[in-house]
């Protein structure tokens, strides 16, 4: 793993010896860098591997890609261009994607990125910048662009690596969240927010049924996409309005289920990484993990070895997560 948590000084230390990076700090400690090969989004929460989860508003996480990247180009989209980012990818390599939370970009890449030309051909990777939970609604998640110096509101910053020959990008997820045994779930249009949802087959408010059977919306919902259990958080139930608001889009045609709880996450995290196998660390070039783990499990100062690195507002594994870590590994053919 070639993480670190570092102060502002190491990491300009870092870039102005050229190293190659991929960052995650606060805006402050953001804007203190120099230009370089470097992109970065705001985010003040880290799982570190001495510390375990913490917040600062002074460290930055640094990713360097140096020695595993041969060489690396910056590439900028909005919200229209982004449905390139899979045709543009490195054919031999990955790509590297940080979103700003909220933005039409991010709100653009959810809902249609499983649709994007090439989808899932080649390995894409990243996360979605956030603020510190005091500052929402006060400050705006960003993208910094070490290149030019950009700082972005509404972009998404992709760095697409090259690999040297022999050697490959594979993306991997853990998902500690399994389907419960309740009611099968389905809705009639893809989207962020749903007023109806059909229930066993039979339409209902989404609001007045999460109400009615108390749900807990700490819990998100699962859906096997194709072989892998994806999770749809819940962001706010009104019952008023009788709407729900998702972190992720739910899409037609999927059938979804409340997720059984999780009792102790980072027992059943280890017991997890044990019945699959050991992972090495010393392939896992990057990981994040979900900033509604961190809340719900509290995972300040627990650890989930061997992976480290920023806590987000999302998760991206070819396409939007929540609740999930997500790692990319580089390995030799």
Known sequence: MQQTISTVADIKQKIEAGRKLLLAGDEDALRQLPKGDWIAGTIPYFISATEGGMVSREMICATDITDCAASIEIATYDANSLARVYTEGPKHGFSFIILPAASKTHQ?????????????????????????LSDLGKKTPKVLNGRTGEILEDAALVLQAQLPEGKVAEIGIINLFEQGDGDILTFSSDGNSAKDVMVNGEKRNFAAYIVKNKLDTKLPLVADYYG??????????????????????????????????????????????????????????????????????????????????????????????????????????
């Not at 890449?109 to 989808?119: C, E, H």
């Not at 994806?230 to 608001?245: L, R, T």
């Not at 070895?305 to 987000?312: A, I, K, L, N, S």
């Open 108 to 132: 653009a890449f959810a809902l249609n990125g499983p649709n994007y030309k090439d989808f899932g051909i080649r390995p894409l990777i990243g996360w979605v910048a956030g603020v510190h």
């Open 228 to 333: 892998a259990m994806v999770n749809i958080s819940f962001q706010d139930v009104d019952e008023v309005e009788g709407q729900v608001k998702f972190y992720a889009p739910v899409f037609t045609g999927i059938r979804y289920k409340h997720a059984r709880p999780v009792s102790d996450y980072v027992k059943v995290f280890n017991d997890r990484l044990q019945k699959e196998g050991s992972i090495e660390s010393s392939r896992v070039v990057f990981s994040c993990n979900c900033i509604l783990n961190y809340l719900y499990s509290e995972l300040e100062g627990k650890k989930t070895d061997p992976f480290t690195g920023p806590v987000t507002f999302g998760e991206i594994a070819y396409q939007l997560l929540n609740q999930t870590l997500v790692y990319l590994e580089i390995m030799d053919v």
